[in-house]
């Protein structure tokens, strides 16, 4: 059986209020199998995106700082999600700005065709809204 992503998690001050804003967001629902305490998540696709308690790096053996406030300002990564077509990037951009969120870049063409946003959180997390504008084929250096 070939690998498939199965959740991405981010360590957050709140899980519940990041989470909320996800779930509104991709009308997705809340994630209840895999659900230790301090953790929440929602299902998005065929994944979870899931949001841990900064005491959570103990507990896997991570290393950082226990609270957001703690934590340097740099963004150390973000995630995107996959649409089906341009207007529903521009359909959730707009429902993001709603729920608090804010606009970094785009949306805009990226040199590889895709149709992207870059946003951020009401929570300070960075993602992606992307219409790759038909099925990804992703290469390896072999290909």
Known sequence: MPASLLQV?????DPGAVVGFYADLFDAPEEHTVNPEGYRGVIVG???L???EP???GKLGLSGSESEA???SDDVGYFTVQLDADHEVDRLLSKALTLGG???KGPMVTPFGWY???LR???GNAFRLASTRGPVKLRTLSD
């Open 121 to 123: 959180d009401p929570h």
């Open 50 to 52: 899931g949001f841990n």
């Open 102 to 104: 804010t606009v970094l």
């Open 46 to 48: 065929e994944g979870i």
């Open 70 to 72: 703690q934590r340097s």
């Open 9 to 13: 998690s981010i360590i957050v001050d």
């Open 116 to 118: 992207i946003a870059v």
């Open 55 to 57: 005491a959570a790096r």
